[in-house]
């Protein structure tokens, strides 16, 4: 699974209203050296609380990493892709896994880091929601409503803005309002302080009773990356073997849910400590449900798909996080994806 870097995943703690931050499993190397016989730590934004970060709940527990000779013994979840590069960079952690913007803004402002992977193709966890009653039943019906988004700069803000373009809208034709977070947003949603909110998985499921989902991402917005994996420059001269096998063992994961949703929920809901039924909806949401276009929403192989990344620094330029243009060439390493 997204401006100041923390701030583009949304404050994902909202989504599940759960927990903060936590450790997956027993922490057993804390800013040791990437090396060939050196067990090492990963760490993926908003990993216990937003959907991008569901895949490795299942790689602990199946025991993939194992499987494909990655000596890693534990999964950190941080709250955004800013405290995910320090927690790499500072930790000489080999891989982590942060929004693309997220992952650009640090290269660009010269972390030691390459994009090795597009772990997720889409914004399918999102949708729009509005309460039963609310007259919004299309694009058209938006002129003159109250929007909400999360935070300046946020994705929400930069998917609001797409949202306004799909509907043929100036920014002006309709009252965008900050809410200060996803719960925050279905509160003023609930109480009529909004008319409609843009709201992600897992909280749109937690939700669906309350109110109607108007728009379903990928049915009014193009394709927009989410999600990518990250290693450093020195693991990728020290250890490439390393990163070849976690992009496999995470592969395997998204492979295994895949074919077994109702496993794969039980797994997840007890890492995440939500019920199995709200994370097998999720799973059936992102999983069975298809995006327009094909893409889906984990990717399988890492392999780019340059338009979704493409779309998403636009989206990021419409909100003034990225400027300028982005060489992928300078950027992005595709030589540790699976041929």
């Known amino acids: 699974m997204f401006g100041d870097v923390a701030k583009d995943e949304e404050e994902a703690v909202m989504k599940t209203g759960v927990f903060v931050m936590r450790m997956v499993v027993p922490l057993l190397l804390v800013g040791g050296i990437v090396g060939a016989a050196q067990p090492a730590e990963i760490d993926v934004s908003n990993y216990g609380t937003a959907a991008n970060g569901m895949p490795y709940a299942v790689v602990v527990a199946k025991g993939f990493f194992k499987e494909t000779g990655a000596d890693i013994t534990g999964v950190r979840g941080s709250e955004g892709g ?31 880091l390459k994009i090795i992977s597009e772990n997720v ?40 803005y797409l949202l306004l373009e799909a509907a043929g809208l100036k920014e002006s034709d309709v009252q965008l309002v900050k809410t200060g977070g996803f719960g925050p947003g279905v509160t003023a949603l609930a109480s009529n302080g909004i008319d409609i909110m843009p709201v992600a998985e897992p909280l749109y499921t937690l939700n669906e009773t309350r109110f109607r989902a108007v728009f379903w991402a990928p049915e009014v917005l193009p394709p927009l990356c989410n999600v990518v994996g990250v290693t450093t420059g020195r693991a990728m001269r020290e250890n490439p073997n390393l990163i070849r096998a976690i992009l496999a063992g995470r592969n395997k994961a998204v492979e295994f849910m895949n074919a077994h949703l109702d496993e794969s929920a039980e797994i997840i809901a007890k890492e995440y400590r939500m019920e199995v039924r709200a994370v097998r909806n999720v799973l059936g949401n992102l999983i069975e449900k298809k995006a327009p276009g094909g893409l889906p929403y984990w990717s399988t192989t890492g392999q780019f798909n340059w338009n979704s990344m493409n779309n998403m620094i636009r989206a990021q330029h419409l909100v003034g996080v990225i400027k300028g243009d982005v060489d992928w060439s300078k950027l992005a390493d595709g030589s540790f994806l699976p041929k």
């Open 82 to 112: 800013g405290t995910t590069v320090r927690n790499m960079l500072g930790g000489n952690m080999p891989y982590g896994e942060i929004a693309v913007s997220a992952a650009v803004l640090a290269i660009q402002g010269g972390a030691d």
């Open 121 to 160: 193709y889409t914004v399918a966890e999102f949708y729009w929601l509005t309460r039963p009653d609310s007259p919004i039943r299309s694009l058209k019906d938006l002129n003159g409503k109250r929007i909400g988004f999360t935070n300046p700069q946020s994705t929400s803000q930069a998917m609001d």
